[in-house]
Structures are given as C-alpha cells and as structure tokens.
C-alpha cells in the first residue's frame, strides 16, 4: 500500500472510531459528556396562577436545552476543578447528554414522542447533543406500555447506528463505550425481581437490570476499567427500593472500577456517597466507596399548585471530564457566574485520580 494511500485508511479509521466513541490507539483521552434528569415532558400546572400549560413547560424544556448547549467552550469554574483543567481547554463538546430517567410525566404516548422530540438520540447540531435516555418510575406501568415499547425502539435503532454497543434481551437496559469508558444504564435500579407486591413494569419493578450489570461487568469491564452506572433512584437511604437491594448492588461492582454512578428521582443537586451513612451500618464498612451524582432536575416542586421555588436555575446540568488519569465533574446552572455558587459548592465540583484502564 503506498503512504498516502494508508495515511488516508488511517485518517478515516480514525474518524470511524472517533464518530462512535471508541478510543484511538495511543490517543489520549479527552472525554466530555453532560448529566441531567427528570424532565417530566408533558407537566402542566393547571392551578398556578397564571397557569402553566403544557405548551408553556415544553417551551420551559427547549429554553433549559439552549442554555445547556452553550456549555462547550466555556472556562471552568475557578477553584479545584479549573486547576485541574489547567492546560487542556474549556469545556469540550459533549459525546453525549445522559437523561436518568423521568423523560415524561404520566408515561402517555404523545408525551413520549414530546420527549423523543425534543430529545433526539441523534443530537441536532448545532444546539442539540447525542441524547442517552434512561426510564424512571414516572415512565413505568407495564412492561409494553407506551413508553418502553418507543425506548426499547430507540435503544435498538442507536444499537443499529453504533450508539450502543450492547443491549439486554428485552432491548431496555443498555451499555456503550466511550474512549474506553464502559457506560452502563440500567434504567429504574439495579435489581432483578418486582418488589414484594409490585406488578411486573410498575413502578419498582427494575426489570432484571442487576442480572444485565453482572453480566455485563463480568464480561467487558474487568478492573480498572472505568465504569459509569446510570439509573433513576438515588443511591441513599430510600423507601423506593429496599437495603436489600441496595446490598445486592454493592456486592455486584465491588470489585470493579466504578468511577460514577449518575442518577436522579430526588430532583435534588448532590453529590454523595455510596454505600451512605445509614447503608454503611450494615454494609460496605471497609470496602469502597463510590461516587454518586444528581444534577438536579426540569421540573420543579410544586406548593399550592405553584411552581415553588420557581425555577431553581436557567439549567441544571452536570459537567464531566475523563482523562487517561483523571475525572473531574462540575454543576452549571447558567446562572450570573455559570457554574453553580452557593450552599454546597464545595461538595459539588469533584477532582479525582483516575486509572486508565485501557
């Protein structure tokens, strides 16, 4: 082959892997991707005064995303992080935007295709990014209700495109490679049976997604391969899914190297730990801990049929960034100075070590 014939196979092999999130050899990694949940795609305050209907909270919806898709090419938040970051630019383009579940407010069809809508899979530049979606208990009811039917259609036409590298047998639960980052999204929780007295697709129903983890983990992400967990419940002490199960997850990626595990369902911005303080009485003393991130959420609280108190911010959305040795996560809330500033900041910016795990 002569050498410019096989710089230009290189060039375009390159371009391939880069379109699909894979790593190039010898590339350092330069990885980006956003973190918001909750969206609740058809909300209406019908009692607030003056109402919000519909048409108004999707305008709501599209507002928050343009706010969001000025985020790349901004400087980092001055503290930790921005010396961190020191050296390798603003906030890169995102390889996609990760939704932990709440993508619409009663699981009805026209909200999903709201939802789908305005949240491509695709991405539609140049203000749109590649969309990530998980189910949260508002999207649940029965396993071929409206909702998973259209997200097991989406998750098999991304898996078609090379969006996704793996799916579960029943095409909810999925995973996907980003510059050697194994993503994996299991949706309501890691677990596998209905809780006790819960019909099969309702709302604590996590649908064999901790058998689909195991599973995954044990065949693609050995330590210290960096993995992210996606899912809804938050990770703390909670009445939506049992310690039982929440034992069952710890003792499943003990073991690896599980970098984040992003979700939502609290529409509260943190940052916490897991195994949490009241888990830890019974488990995880000794063993890791994992880091767990919620940005937050579209939709508010409501107080007397009011919004309340109002919308928290312009948007809610968690930054993060992977090198070959490092991960670093920011909130923005495109407010006066960007990034978020106030109660809590401290806790919320995260700069850690990172093993390459290629």
């Known amino acids: 082959m002569r050498a410019s014939t096989r710089r230009i196979a290189t060039f375009l092999e390159t371009l391939c892997l880069l379109a699909f999130g894979l790593p190039v050899l010898g590339a350092a990694r330069d990885l980006t991707f956003f973190l918001v949940s909750d969206v609740h795609a058809g909300m209406q305050y019908k009692n ?8 108004a909270y999707e305008q709501h919806l599209v507002d928050t995303l343009d706010v969001i898709a000025t985020i ?19 906030v890169g383009k995102p390889s996609g935007l990760i939704v932990a579940g709440d993508l619409t407010q009663s699981r009805a069809a026209v909200q999903w295709k709201d939802f789908d809508r305005l949240f491509p899979w695709q991405g539609l530049a140049p203000k749109r990014f590649p969309v990530f979606a998980g189910a949260g208990n508002h999207d649940a009811g029965s396993k071929t209700g409206p909702v998973r039917d259209a997200l097991r259609a989406r998750n098999q036409a991304m898996l078609k495109a090379g969006q996704l590298s793996t799916l579960s047998s029943d095409g909810l639960h999925s995973a996907w490679v980003w510059q050697g980052v194994h993503f994996v999204n299991v949706n309501l929780y890691a677990g596998d049976a209905p809780q006790p007295g819960e019909k099969p697709g309702s709302m604590r129903d996590p649908e064999g997604s901790l058998t689909f983890l195991r599973t995954y983990l044990a ?10 967990i996606i899912q809804h419940f938050g990770l703390d002490k909670s009445t939506w899914w049992t310690q039982d199960e929440r034992r069952a997850l710890y003792a499943a990626i003990t073991n690896y190297n599980v970098v984040a595990i992003l979700h939502g369902h609290t529409h509260a911005i943190t940052h916490l730990q897991f195994p949490g303080a009241e888990d830890l009485k019974v488990f995880g003393q000794g063993g890791p801990r994992f880091d767990c991130f919620s940005a937050g959420a579209f939709k508010q609280e409501t107080k007397k049929g009011q919004p309340w108190p109002g919308w928290r911010h312009p948007c809610e959305c968690y ?20 990034w978020y500033t106030g109660r809590g900041e401290a806790e919320l910016q995260v700069v850690k070590a990172l093993s390459p795990g290629k």
């Not at 607030?48 to 048409?55: D, H, K, L, R, V």
């Not at 693609?220 to 993995?227: F, G, I, K, M, Y």
């Open 48 to 55: 607030s005064e003056p109402p919000i209907t519909a048409a």
């Open 72 to 90: 790349p090419g901004r400087p980092w938040p001055q503290g930790p992080v921005a010396e961190a970051m020191q050296g390798l630019g603003p």
């Open 219 to 228: 065949k693609n992400a050995p330590a210290p391969t960096p993995v992210v």
């Open 319 to 338: 930054v993060f960034h992977l090198t070959d040795n490092q991960f670093v996560a920011a909130l923005y809330t495109g407010g006066t100075n960007g």
